[in-house]
Nanobody
Framework: QVQLVESEGGFVQAGGSLRLSCVASGGFFRTYVMGWYRQAPGKQRELVATITSGGSTKYEDSVKGRFTISRDDAKNTVYLQMNILKPEDTAAYYC????????????WGQGTQVTVSS
C-alpha cells in the first residue's frame, strides 16, 4: 500500500509562485509514474503534469512554461513548482502514483488547496 502526503497549499496573488511537494511511503517509488492533478469546484479532475521513472515529463497545455514537475527518488518525493500563477489555477491539487502496468495500482494523496487571487 502506498501512502501519499502532500504539502500544504496556500493563498497567493496572481503572478506569484508556489511549490507543492508530495512524499510517498510504501511501495517502490522510483518505479512509479508520478503525477499532479487538480480539481476546481464544479469541474472534473484534470491532469496537470506527470513524470516517469526515467524523468520524462508531460504537461497540460495551460501550465506549459509555468509549471515544472520534478522528482527526488532518494527522498521519495515529487514536486510541482508553479510560477506565474493565475486565478484559473485555483483548485485542489492531488498527488498521484501509478504503476506502469495498466492493470497495476494507482494511489492518491488527500489533496491540498491552492487559491490564486486576482
Amino acid at each position: 500500500q502506498v501512502q501519499l502526503v502532500e504539502s500544504e497549499g496556500g493563498f497567493v496573488q496572481a503572478g506569484g509562485s508556489l511549490r507543492l511537494s508530495c512524499v510517498a511511503s510504501g511501495g517502490f517509488f522510483r518505479t512509479y509514474v508520478m503525477g499532479w492533478y487538480r480539481q476546481a469546484p464544479g469541474k472534473q479532475r484534470e491532469l496537470v503534469a506527470t513524470i516517469t521513472s526515467g524523468g520524462s515529463t508531460k504537461y497540460e497545455d495551460s501550465v506549459k512554461g509555468r509549471f515544472t514537475i520534478s522528482r527526488d527518488d532518494a527522498k521519495n518525493t515529487v514536486y510541482l513548482q508553479m510560477n506565474i500563477l493565475k486565478p484559473e489555477d485555483t483548485a485542489a491539487y492531488y498527488c498521484n502514483a501509478r504503476e506502469l502496468d495498466p492493470f497495476g495500482g494507482t494511489w492518491w494523496g488527500q489533496g491540498t488547496q491552492v487559491t490564486v487571487s486576482s
